[in-house]
């Protein structure tokens, strides 16, 4: 029962490309989110959306856009990808109108593994 | 700003033997506060919230507010329990006071439990 779907498992693309990285959920969640995953670094937000075509910075948006045009699907787009972009790439998804606390759990997709050469 | 640290890289216990793994966070608010866990080859996962005051799978974990910590505690570790861990903290709110359900995580923790 996969509820958060990411595209593709792993990428390999050039220095200077266009990398496009989508994710599906389907679980009508109005909050999706994008993370990249580095070893001692964590995970660090990207950039994240709340309703289809609004989007918000998150810590580390640089070199990096979003395009949210359907509720159900969030991608990630890389302009001119480089070799710092080497991660893997986390999507997650959760409700926006959780008022009770403690209820922002993500969901998160199985992760894209991007390396630029 | 809000800061999760997590001050252990590596995390090496074994079998049967205790295990704690740290977690300060730094907050002006009332955070809520999270461990997530990643099994090898698996989807990282909520593993407990401080909220619930719960025990899964033998873990617990405490909000003390006091030394802003959230350390995560399991009396008998077990091989089944080696994965990376990480704690995070929910405190963004927008002006209405719903939660975008944004996460600020820690650097995380590999736990390795031995044979």
């Known amino acids: 029962d996969v509820k958060v779907t990411q595209s593709s498992r792993y990428l390999v693309k050039r220095t200077g490309e266009k990398v496009f990285l989508e994710c599906v959920q389907d679980?009508?969640?109005?909050?999706m989110f994008w993370y990249r995953q580095d070893p001692g670094l964590g995970l660090r937000l990207i950039y994240f959306s709340y309703d289809v075509k609004m989007k918000e910075k998150g810590d580390i948006p640089e070199g990096y856009s979003v395009s949210r045009e359907k509720k159900e699907r969030f991608s990630l787009i890389l302009e001119s990808a480089s070799t710092n972009q080497t991660s893997m790439y986390l999507c997650a998804s959760n409700p926006l109108r959780q008022m009770r606390p403690g209820a922002n759990v993500l969901t998160f997709g199985a992760g894209s593994r991007l390396t630029v050469l | 700003a809000q800061r999760v640290t997590q001050p252990e890289k590596l995390l090496s216990v074994f079998k049967g033997a205790p295990v704690e793994l740290k977690c300060n966070y730094s907050?002006?608010?009332?955070?809520?506060l999270f461990w997530y866990v990643q099994y090898s080859r698996q989807r990282l996962q909520l593993l407990l919230r401080?909220?619930s005051r719960e025990s899964i799978k033998g873990f617990t974990a405490d909000l003390n507010k006091g030394e802003t910590s959230f350390h995560l505690k399991k009396p008998f570790a077990q091989e089944e329990d080696s994965a990376m861990y990480y704690c995070?903290?929910?405190?963004?709110?927008?002006?209405?006071?719903?939660?975008?359900?944004?996460?600020?995580f820690g650097q995380g923790t590999i736990l390795t439990v031995h044979p």
């Open positions: 679980m009508d969640h109005e909050n």
């Open positions: 907050y002006s608010g009332s955070p809520e």
């Open positions: 401080h909220i």
């Open positions: 995070a903290l929910s405190g963004s709110k927008n002006a209405g006071g719903t939660s975008y359900g944004k996460l600020t």
